[in-house]
């Protein structure tokens, strides 16, 4: 089936095919064609250009269509790729607005997860409900973040903290694989704390983990990688590596949260494994910074949990003027992120990180794919690629997007080379 999409105002994210990710200056470059169109081939883009070089021979049809090609006017908004999002926790039970009236009074998260609640409430939450519940109100989530123009989602386990919760959370993931249009990406994540039945004894905690949950989520294939939670109060580099090699043997891959309470040695362990990304670093230091340099891992940075956690933000400026590149993304989870909003997040770089409209949006974009293993196929305007897109009312530029920080632009989705 091929479609075409004309009268775009803007066509943005353009880069060419074999750009897997933007560091450091390359992330101020957003290629763009004002007044543009674009073909789509089934499920792939397969063409774009000024308007004035579309072919309009074809005498176009009652139906908008143009001999069978059907045609999509974007009626001069602009036309991205679709938001990635690389660091969710969208499978979760309930919420936890106790927990936000006790940070409003003065607890930090840390105090709060030392007194049993955070992570621990999710898990306890999640243990009463089914499967169907979960992967109900999962896709409830879903719906509305690809309605928000995000196309790619990567889905941690994490509050479950016993081998068949863990393995339910994934297990909703696969299901969600199957049935949505967007594009998901599973990570285990039974190292996110030490379950409730194992308080004071951490390195038993570490042994279930290591010797039952990994070979169990290997042995239904229900994760592509593996993460944990490397931080002060969580786990210790020794036993987030001791973490990370188990899994790789079962050949998934790093992805780990690091130096978001503190300088945890995350950055040091995570960067050794190749992780693929290392996520938070809002409390990252300098020599952490100089340990990504020249790697193949993708910082990537969590403004809203900075936002909603009144903490300090991730030095997302700092780390682009040192050549460094950074992916966004939401933290959606019930705790410190109760947001899938990929738009704000961006508002939020450009407001309190002090990125350029531009930098934000291909760290959302482009960056946030490599960040998932994804960007050969997704996170940018390129032929060849999967045609994730977003199609916008009018806007004047590409900074009205984190401009207009509540307003919702989307006119449109597609996923996959269709209208959603």
């Known amino acids: 089936m091929r479609k075409i999409i004309t009268n ?41 250009g000024a308007m004035e070089t579309l072919d309009r021979q ?25 938001w990635c999002d690389p660091h969710t926790h969208l499978v979760y039970a309930g919420s936890r607005e106790q927990e936000f009236v006790d940070k409003i009074h003065g607890l930090s998260y840390a105090e709060i997860a030392r007194r049993g609640g955070g992570i621990l409430n999710s898990a306890d939450l999640l243990h009463e409900m089914s499967e169907d519940e979960l992967y109900e109100a999962a896709m409830a989530r879903l719906d509305e973040m690809t309605a928000h123009g995000t196309g790619c989602v990567e889905i941690k386990s994490g509050y479950g ?23 998901i990406v599973a990570t285990f994540l039974g190292a996110h704390a030490v379950g409730r039945a194992y308080a004071g004894r951490q390195q038993e905690y570490v042994d279930l983990v290591v010797n039952e949950m990994i070979p169990a989520v290997a042995d239904e294939r229900l994760a592509e990688y593996i993460d944990v939670f490397c931080d002060e109060g969580f786990f210790t580099p020794a036993e987030t590596a001791r973490i990370l090699e188990a899994g790789a043997k079962y050949g998934m891959r790093p992805k ?24 938070h670093l809002e409390s990252a ?12 891992t ?7 949990t900075s ?67 994804l960007s050969h196929d997704y996170g940018s305007i390129a032929t060849g690629k999967k045609a994730h897109l977003q199609i916008t ?25 269709d209208v959603v």
């Open 307 to 373: 936002f909603f956690l009144n903490m300090p933000y991730a030095r997302g400026r700092k780390m682009v003027d040192e050549g460094l590149g950074i992916a966004l993304a939401s933290d959606c989870n019930p705790g410190s992120t109760p947001s899938s909003d990929m738009k704000f997040v961006v508002s939020l770089a450009c407001i309190k990180m002090r990125l350029s409209p531009n930098e934000a949006i291909n760290a959302a974009t482009l960056n946030a794919a490599y960040a998932m293993g």
């Open 298 to 304: 993708m910082p990537t940075l969590l403004p809203g």
């Open 8 to 48: 775009i105002g803007l066509l943005a994210g353009i880069h060419p095919c074999d750009c897997l990710r933007l560091q450091g200056r390359e992330m101020q470059e957003t290629g763009a064609i004002s007044q543009a169109w674009l073909s789509i081939d089934d499920d792939r883009i397969s063409g774009f």
């Open 393 to 417: 009312a009018p806007i004047p530029s590409l900074a009205y997007i984190p401009y207009a920080y509540t307003r919702n632009i989307v006119r449109q989705v597609i996923l996959n080379g």
């Open 256 to 279: 780990i949260h690091a130096c978001e309470l503190a300088s945890s040695g995350g950055v040091e362990v995570g960067v050794c494994h190749h992780a693929l990304s290392i996520d």
């Open 285 to 296: 230091s300098a020599d952490d910074l100089a340990l990504l340099k020249g790697s193949q």
């Open 58 to 82: 074809q005498d176009q049809g009652p139906d908008g269509s143009h001999d069978g090609t059907t045609i999509i006017d974007a009626r001069g908004g602009c036309v991205l790729p679709c």
């Open 161 to 183: 903290l016993t081998t068949e919760d863990e393995l339910k959370i994934l297990r909703v993931v696969k299901r969600m694989k199957e049935t949505s249009k967007a594009t």
